[in-house]
């Protein structure tokens, strides 16, 4: 009982709780999830899996923890974020070993997401940019929750049964719509197309769907430029990515190259409470040089293991995960074990084991639907 206590029901409640922090506004749930996953951590640390060779969960967390310790006393951040660090990794850990557990806390989580965002927008008649105010984020912030939550379901989904999500991708399509959000809006029509795709498993009828989707664009073209530009969709920030981007580097010394540096006192970006919308410069602002390298090689690992073993349909879900990070979204925060799942998958779990589904294994029809 214990056990199951300590290295089922606790992580799983870790991952609500940090997950929904935002909803709840507190950020206390987030130190409240450090403590639930504590346990299953120290457990999995002395079982010996993060020593084995290649894995590289283990150099990846200290080398983080250790750039993030030098970034500390040149930007004042405190240790908060080196510990949400270690629950999130820690929580990537308990996702790769429980997909099944996963699969129904991804699925509230992106329900829950839904319900939430419907009934701000459409029944409480919140405006889009004080939805998530009260922690500083913006109306970019829900729409990364959609696609983050989704490729999650969808990783999970597919690891226990072989099949991508169906409804629920168009439904974030219309969300993310209402959102105004360009690059959630974008990257969940790709991702809906795709699971489409993959989920017919029928070439003929792949390409005719490929053929219409074409057609339709290039036959409505003009319209669909003309309502884009009159629509809330054209309106961007006042500043453009590349603009933030640029100034990123330009006002970053060379201490602040090294071991990080505070952008919230940048031109330009401190009116974005030093947010360079871009997921890997923030880590890199956080982590210093040390863990953004260390972040970058895992990455190119990670693709290299997953391409090896031609798991190219996860491999599309975690590109679909980091496009959104790269224009827009948070990193060592309250959702990074999400990615870190896509990250250390191919190197905790055996190839032959990433694919749980077997013969006797059937999907129930709600989750076929979804």
């Not at 073209?221 to 580097?249: K, N």
């Not at 590109?319 to 309250?334: E, G, K, P, T």
């Amino acid at each position: 009982m214990k056990t199951i206590v300590f290295n089922k029901i606790f992580p799983s409640l870790a991952i609500i709780l940090v997950s929904l922090c935002e909803v709840f506004q507190g950020q206390l749930y987030i130190v409240l999830c450090f403590l639930l996953v504590l346990p299953y951590f120290i457990n999995q640390w002395k079982s010996r899996r993060f020593k084995k060779k290649r894995t590289y969960v283990k150099p990846f967390l200290l080398l983080t923890l250790f750039g993030g310790l030098l970034n500390m006393p040149l930007t004042g951040y405190g240790i908060g974020g080196l510990l949400l660090t270690i629950s999130m990794v820690g929580l990537a850990v308990f996702c790769v070993y429980n997909p099944k557990i996963c699969l129904y806390i991804s699925l509230f989580l992106l329900l829950y997401t839904l319900g939430f965002l419907y009934k701000s927008i459409f029944i409480s008649n919140i405006e889009l940019n004080t939805i998530y105010e009260s922690l500083g984020f913006s109306k970019n912030y829900p729409g990364f929750l959609i696609v983050a939550y989704t490729v999650f379901y969808g990783l999970n989904k597919y690891r226990l049964y072989k099949r991508l999500p169906l409804l629920l991708p168009f439904v974030g399509v219309y969300f993310t719509y209402c959102l105004d959000g360009r690059s959630s809006f974008g990257i969940m029509i790709l991702l809906s197309l795709f699971c489409v795709l993959k989920n017919t498993g029928n070439a003929k009828i792949n390409c005719l769907i490929l053929l219409l989707v074409v057609s339709v664009c290039l036959f409505f073209s003009d319209f669909l430029l003309g309502y884009y530009e009159m629509s809330r969709l054209s309106e961007g920030v006042e500043s453009s990515r590349s603009s933030i981007w640029s100034a990123y580097f330009k006002y970053m010394d060379f201490p602040g190259f090294l071991l990080g540096c505070d952008s919230a006192h940048f031109p330009i970006i401190k009116q974005y409470a030093g947010n360079p919308h871009n997921s890997f410069l923030n880590f890199h602002h956080r982590m210093g040089i040390i863990g953004f390298i260390t972040l970058v090689y895992v990455i190119f690992a990670s693709m290299k293991k997953y391409m090896k073993q031609k798991r190219w349909n996860i491999m599309m879900l975690m590109l679909f995960l980091m496009a959104r990070m790269f224009f827009d979204a948070c990193i060592v925060s309250n959702h990074d074990y999400i990615f870190y799942t896509f990250l250390f998958l191919p190197f905790l779990v055996k190839n032959k084991y990433i694919i749980l589904i077997s013969d006797k294994t059937k999907i129930p029809q709600i989750l076929k639907l979804l």
